[in-house]
């Protein structure tokens, strides 16, 4: 298996411009989540979907956050516009919602915003 | 959510047991205890997990306590590339599906 794609492995960008994270999760897996993380607040939980629809999105920061999962194979976090805080690594992960919280994690996208 | 503490930080020689502890007092009794790690640079990765019972995988072995209070990941023979970030997570598996990575422990394997 692949295992979890993430796009791309980096990105530099300047501040106010639109940034758009990608994510294939783990095939036949239901489950998908959004994590970031940061040295100073370490790996947070942003938003998560289950069959393709968001349940908790408590995670995401602020309106500037957007994510989406139009089919099982596919999502996208979106920040627009984005700020120098945005600075982080985001991973996208999957699981087989049967498999409990054996959850599976992309390589995980560097942004930098300048 | 049962809290976790965990030593911030631990070293041990190659090729020795890493014992990694994790104390989880007010876990309940539907809860799992779950380890992850995370080297330097990539997702987190799942170890092994376990409810009662002593569970040993081709990466570790659990060891939970009698009383599920505290648990004990163990690195059989430590080697450079298990140096990480490890996490212990306590969770029930099913019905509330958040999986809150604290601060862990940084361990450190030396030559």
């Known amino acids: 298996d692949a295992g979890v794609i993430q796009s791309p492995r980096h990105e530099v960008t300047e501040m106010g411009q639109e940034v758009t994270l990608r994510c294939k999760p783990i095939?036949?897996?239901?489950?998908l989540f959004w994590y970031r993380q940061t040295m100073m607040r370490g790996l947070e939980l942003l938003i998560y979907f289950n069959n393709n629809v968001p349940i908790d999105d408590s995670g995401m920061p602020e309106d500037r956050f957007s994510a989406k999962m139009p089919n099982a194979s596919f999502s996208t976090l979106k920040i627009q516009p984005s700020e120098p805080r945005d600075s982080a690594v985001y991973f996208c992960?999957?699981?087989?919602?049967?498999?409990?919280?054996?959850?599976?994690f992309g390589e995980g996208s560097w942004l930098t915003v300048v | 959510d049962a809290k976790t503490t965990q030593p911030p930080s631990m070293d041990c020689a190659e090729g020795r047991a890493a014992n990694l502890p994790c104390n989880h007092s007010t876990i309940s009794g539907n809860e799992y205890v779950y380890w992850y790690r995370q080297i330097h640079s990539q997702g987190p990765q799942y170890i092994i997990h376990g409810l009662k019972n002593n569970e040993t995988n081709e990466m570790a072995s659990l060891i939970i306590t009698e009383d599920r209070k505290s648990s004990t990941l163990i690195l059989p023979h430590a080697t450079l590339r298990d140096t990480a970030v490890y996490y212990c997570?306590?969770?029930?598996?099913?019905?509330?599906?958040?999986?809150?990575f604290g601060t862990g422990t940084r361990l450190t394997i030396i030559p």
């Open positions: 095939s036949g897996h239901n489950s």
């Open positions: 997570i306590v969770r029930v598996d099913f019905g509330n599906e958040k999986l809150t």
């Open positions: 992960a999957s699981r087989d919602i049967p498999a409990g919280n054996t959850i599976y």
